[in-house]
């Protein structure tokens, strides 16, 4: 499993290089990059502080992915999931997330 970093969407707030637990992700021109993204272990917790939408994670064969890639978005109390099927087709769950706790 491995992310992509799309530098024409980071905004340079670190928050990916404070949270990667392998420490891959650097800064490069005041935007992130992954220099191997096969290094990468999968665990996601850059692409969850991205709020951006910069960082893609590649869904693979064994969970059904097929190729497609999930990236995040925040804006205000609504975080996007977005899926990105290899064709370009998306599909976006929206989260409140003041409501996403309410029992």
């Known amino acids: 499993m491995s992310v992509r970093i799309n530098t024409n969407s980071c905004v340079g707030c670190k928050k ?10 650097k800064l490069k021109d005041g ?3 992954i220099k191997r993204e096969k290094d990468c272990w999968g665990c ?12 893609a ?16 978005r925040a804006q ?3 975080r996007y999931w977005i899926v990105t099927d290899p064709n370009g087709i998306q599909k ?8 996403s706790n309410k029992y």
């Open 92 to 99: 976006t769950i929206t989260i409140n997330t003041k409501e």
């Open 57 to 72: 994670f590649f869904l693979g064969a064994d969970i059904g992915g097929k190729g497609s890639t999930l990236s995040t």
């Open 16 to 25: 990916c290089i404070e949270v990667c637990p392998g420490n891959l992700i």
């Open 76 to 78: 205000g109390d609504l």
């Open 44 to 55: 996601t917790s850059c692409l969850k502080e991205c709020q951006a939408g910069a960082i």
């Open 31 to 33: 935007k992130a990059f």
